[in-house]
Nanobody, 121 residues
Framework: QVQLVESGGGLVQAGDSLRLSCAAS????????MAWFRQAPGKEREFLAA???????YYADTVRGRFTISRDNTKNTVYLQINSAKPEDTAVYYC???????????????WGKGTLVTVSS
């Protein structure tokens, strides 16, 4: 079993930067890659980025260059840096654990409960 707890969400203004964190715990957490998704009101959940614990990273085309995923293996924590936030970034952001090759298709082993990010214009 893997537990994922997101933090760092809140209300920001357009153009601001923020960093989301996901603390992972569980006996087998190091065997999973980690990813970030988001779900905006009225929309389907969307893949954003993924990273393996060895550092392989994937990004959705929609956020590449503006979002950065990183991880601290010593803390079992994964981060999502959001730069130049836009109102359309408003969503609940979810952390996930699973296989590095399948999470971009939404195939996930574990989900966090999410953290809300609201970007005001």
């Amino acid at each position: 079993q893997v537990q994922l707890v997101e933090s760092g969400g809140g209300l920001v203004q357009a153009g601001d930067s923020l960093r989301l964190s996901c603390a992972a715990s569980g006996r087998t957490v190091s065997s999973f890659a980690m990813a970030w998704f988001r779900q905006a009101p009225g929309k389907e959940r969307e893949f954003l980025a993924a990273t393996s614990w060895a550092g392989v990273k994937y990004y959705a085309d929609t956020v590449r260059g503006r979002f950065t995923i990183s991880r601290d293996n010593t803390k079992n924590t994964v981060y999502l840096q959001i730069n130049s936030a836009k109102p359309e970034d408003t969503a609940v952001y979810y952390c996930a654990a699973g296989g590095i090759g399948t999470m971009h298709r939404g195939i996930v082993a574990y989900w966090g409960k999410g953290t809300l990010v609201t970007v005001s214009s």
